[in-house]
């Protein structure tokens, strides 16, 4: 047992030894997607053994939130969830929205509105500001899936009388991003319970404080990327702005030759 479950009954002590046990191990496992080639074999096979144990991970840690009575640590579980199961999805992009494609957006839906109905009726200070802005974002992101599923289904009934051969958020960098922003954002979920576990709770702080930073990083980075990019493209191939005139418009000298000649 960690020192940080001491003061836990027994039988919460083992649920959450096995819990951070499961999510040690998928952190183990998604080092083989992450360091091989993507749409490799090994991409593949890593990705085959870290679903399922992430998902164990995240049911557990859900049981017990419903056996803690703690509705923030559910939102987090389910947040968690959406994430692993939509970028699972998002390699089946081109493909007919299945049940499933509707059901990860539908159950998400549903609890933003448990979520809101428990936070309007109950006044719970801080918890219930938390459950807000949980359903708030839950929301959003359900009615993106929703209309992107709906896109989808479109193209694929009127596609013989469509001119445009790709479906709609199918394109190799739209479904990508997607498929990463979901299996990194459930890594990093499960590598939060094991930093979190093993820090003392006086250095909790450092984590956040380092994802942060280490998003910000990040996004310098690519942003450095795109500078050199428009550095290297010709100015040719570059887009401008047309340039605005004011006052008489005057004929150029070669114009001038021209009607002359």
């Known amino acids: 047992m960690f020192s940080i479950y001491d003061g836990l009954p027994f039988f919460e002590q083992i649920l959450h030894s096995i819990h951070f046990m499961l999510c040690a191990f998928a952190v183990l496992i998604a080092c083989i997607p992450l360091l091989t ?3 490799s074999d090994e991409h593949k096979f890593g990705g085959m053994i870290y679903v399922p144990v992430a998902c164990t991970a995240f049911l557990l840690a859900s049981f017990m939130a419903w056996y803690e009575a703690s509705l923030v640590l559910l939102c987090f579980n389910g947040f968690c969830a959406y994430l692993l199961m939509s970028g699972c ?30 936070a309007l009726m109950y006044d719970e200070g801080k918890r219930s500001f938390y459950l807000l802005f949980f359903a708030l974002n839950a929301f959003y992101l359900a009615g993106r899936d929703f209309q992107h599923l709906r896109q989808r289904i479109y193209w694929f ?6 001119l445009n051969e790709q479906i709609p958020g199918a394109s190799a960098s739209a479904w990508l991003q ?3 922003a979901g299996m990194v954002g459930s890594v990093m979920a499960n590598m939060s ?18 994802l942060i930073l280490l998003a910000a990083g990040i996004a ?28 008489v418009v005057r004929p ?8 002359a000649a």
């Open 37 to 39: 080639r993507k749409g």
């Open 89 to 118: 999805r998002a390699i089946h992009e081109k493909e007919k929205p299945e049940l499933v494609d509707w059901a990860i957006p539908g159950a998400l839906f549903g609890l933003a509105l448990v979520m809101t109905a428990h």
């Open 157 to 162: 009934k009127h596609k013989i009388f469509l």
């Open 178 to 180: 997607r498929h990463i």
């Open 193 to 210: 319970v094991v930093v979190l576990t093993l820090l003392p709770i006086s250095l909790h702080w450092m984590w956040p404080v380092g």
């Open 220 to 247: 310098f980075r690519q942003q450095q990327r795109k500078w050199r990019a428009r550095r290297v493209i010709p100015p040719v191939f570059q887009t401008q702005l047309p340039q605005l005139r004011t006052g």
């Open 252 to 259: 150029r000298r070669d114009e001038d030759i021209r009607r």
